[in-house]
């Protein structure tokens, strides 16, 4: 049970440049989401679904996509890099409403 | 809108003491307060949590009490200890279409030996 795992754990990308950021859990969890965490702000929420098929918008969307075509994957994608995207992206998941998430252990983004 | 605020945003203790740490929300339909512990580099771990129908909950050194009249919640850890430094963050499910958790701005935890 490796719990959610996320890759890569650092990157740097040059302005304009588009990559994806994946996660995946093996709980069976129906809930998960995107958290970014920058200093002083604890974690915003980007994106979020509640299940294969059923995404939606957290607090900071703008320059993020996501997809949930099966319950293990959650992954995101940066459309266009800019440097207010250096962060640090946290991926989680959860059982159920009234549960705690389970984090994975991030991924520090540079741009450039 | 959704708003948890968490104070205070620094904190230091001798060891030994004990440590508060008070949040407050927004919403009165909350329903679901988890605290989660951030050590440097990690990833946040979540160490105790608390449902609206229960005041308070302990694990060992650690408590949560909750005031739904208030709308706030504390985080208490009696006899600190040096691994007990981090950065530690209150959180609350707020309600709506969305139910997601909103998290406070955090609290940096020192332990002094």
């Known amino acids: 049970n490796a719990g959610v795992t996320q890759t890569p754990k650092f990157q740097v990308l040059k302005t304009g440049q588009s990559m994806t950021l994946q996660c995946a859990q093996d709980?069976?969890?129906?809930?998960m989401s995107w958290y970014r965490q920058d200093p002083g702000m604890g974690l915003r929420l980007i994106h979020y679904s509640v299940g294969a098929g059923i995404t939606d918008q957290g607090e900071v969307p703008n320059g993020y996509n996501v997809s949930r075509s099966t319950t293990e994957d959650f992954p995101l994608r940066l459309l266009s890099a800019a440097p207010s995207q250096t962060s640090v992206y946290f991926c989680?998941?959860?059982?159920?409403?009234?549960?705690?998430?389970?984090f994975g252990s991030g991924t520090r983004l540079t741009v450039v | 809108g959704e708003n948890v605020e968490q104070h205070p945003s620094t904190l230091s203790v001798q060891e030994g003491d004990s440590a508060v740490i008070k949040c407050t929300y927004s919403?009165?339909?909350?329903?679901?307060f988890p605290w989660y512990k951030q050590e440097l580099g990690k990833r946040p771990q979540l160490i105790i949590d608390?449902?609206?129908?229960?005041g308070e909950k302990k694990d060992q050194r650690i408590a949560v009490t909750l005031n739904k009249t208030a709308k706030h919640f504390s985080l208490h850890i009696t006899e600190t200890q040096p691994e007990d430094s981090a950065v530690y963050f209150c959180a609350a499910l707020y309600s709506g279409s969305a139910r997601q958790l909103t998290f406070g701005s955090g609290t940096q935890l020192t332990v002094l030996p």
């Open positions: 989680a998941s959860r059982p159920g409403q009234l549960y705690g998430y389970t």
């Open positions: 709980m069976n969890h129906e809930y």
């Open positions: 919403d009165s339909a909350s329903n679901y």
């Open positions: 608390i449902r609206s129908n229960v």
